[in-house]
């Protein structure tokens, strides 16, 4: 059984960092796409950053030049570091990834809150 467990959320002031991490764990064959996703109240979830097994990235537009996106295949994480930090940015931040077991499927961590006072 595959879980995706995340870490690294909580409440920072704005123009500060948080550094969001995420390990899977389980009876992983491979591991493709990692992603990050975010989702504030009232509003459908939407992807934050993403990144292949081969280091290839891709940003919202909302959080370029502030969010980078990385990942440790050796240790099946991926990680999410979050400078300049803005009240906007506030919402529950759900790692995703595709991953290869005896077939391939779409997993999802449980959420972590990150709040951001102004």
């Known amino acids: 059984q595959v879980q ?3 870490s ?3 409440l920072v ?3 500060g960092s948080l550094r ?3 390990a899977a764990s389980g009876s992983i064959f491979s591991i493709g796409v990692m992603g990050w996703y975010r989702q504030a109240p ?3 979830r939407e992807l934050v950053a993403s990144v292949t097994n081969g280091g290839n990235t891709n940003y919202a537009d909302s959080i370029k030049g502030r969010f980078t996106i990385s990942r440790d295949n050796a240790k099946n994480t991926v990680y999410l570091q979050m400078n300049s930090l803005k009240p906007d940015d506030t919402a529950v931040y759900f790692c995703n990834a595709v991953i290869t077991t005896w077939s391939v499927r779409n997993y999802w961590g449980q959420g972590t ?3 951001v006072s102004s």
């Open 20 to 22: 969001l991490s995420c």
């Open 4 to 6: 995706l467990v995340e």
């Open 8 to 10: 690294g959320g909580g």
């Open 13 to 15: 002031q704005a123009g």
């Open 113 to 115: 809150q990150v709040t």
């Open 42 to 44: 009232g509003k459908q």
